[in-house]
């Protein structure tokens, strides 16, 4: 079945620092690939998402690049700040047109990033 | 404003007295899902919905009912609920008409402690 891999936490970082967070997937086919955010107390939120291979993602500072050849989408940003500290999930759904599953968003455990001043 | 409210937002209970945690979406959206998130496990999907009437389970659907009677609600039912259902749970939608990679909408959570 497919599964998601991504580092463990917590991460603590200082404001400005560079931030990567590792993901790796198993899946059959091409999936999509998807990182979600989760802000203290509220629910998740699409951060970035990338449909095929070689695809990057970008939002708010943020970017993951979909990389086949390594099922990795590792997501990066240049300079993290105190508003950044929140739980970040890796997740895939499968390829397009595999019917009711292809809705089915497989999660990584998340990893709990906090930011200090 | 696109919206996934739930119902009650925290709740504490105890074992066997059954539940009911709301699910409603103003966004006409076809998809509607049930997740459970557990520390150290992410999060994993209990059941989904296609739409009205047609349901089916997810990952750990044990323990749990659904039903769609309306397309905005998709209640979760816990009807006699155990400590190890303790959890922190999440509804989320997806429009179907469009491609399988458009946004999935999640609700703010409910946590549930069973006693």
């Keep these: ?117 | 404003e696109a919206q996934v409210t739930q119902n009650p937002r925290y709740l504490i209970t105890v074992t066997g007295k059954k539940l009911t945690v709301t699910c409603s979406q103003n966004m006409n959206h076809e998809y509607m899902s049930w997740y459970r998130q557990d520390p150290g496990l992410g999060l994993r999907q209990i059941y989904y919905s296609m739409n009205v009437e047609v349901t089916d389970k997810g990952d750990v659907p044990e323990g749990y009912k659904v039903s769609r009677k309306e397309k905005r609600n998709f209640p979760l039912i816990l009807e006699s609920p155990s400590p190890n259902q303790t959890s922190l749970y999440f509804c989320a939608t997806q429009e179907t008409s469009g491609s399988v990679t458009d946004t999935q909408y999640f609700g703010p959570g409910t946590r549930l402690t069973v006693l």
Excluded at chain 1, 49 to 55: L, Q
Excluded at chain 1, 56 to 64: M, T
């Design chain 1, 1 to 117: 079945g497919n599964s998601v891999t991504q580092m463990e936490g917590p991460v603590t970082l200082s404001e400005e620092a560079f931030l990567t967070i590792n993901c790796t997937y198993t899946a059959t086919g091409y999936p999509s690939l998807f990182w979600y955010v989760q802000y203290p107390g509220e629910g998740l939120q699409l951060l970035l998402k990338a449909t095929k291979a070689d695809d990057k993602g970008s939002n708010k500072g943020f970017e993951a690049t979909y990389r086949k050849e390594t099922t990795s989408f590792h997501l990066e940003k240049g300079s993290v700040q105190v508003s950044d500290s929140a739980v970040y999930f890796c997740a895939l759904s499968p390829r397009e047109n595999s019917g009711a599953g292809s809705y089915q968003l497989t999660f990584g455990k998340g990893t709990k990033l906090s930011v200090i001043p």
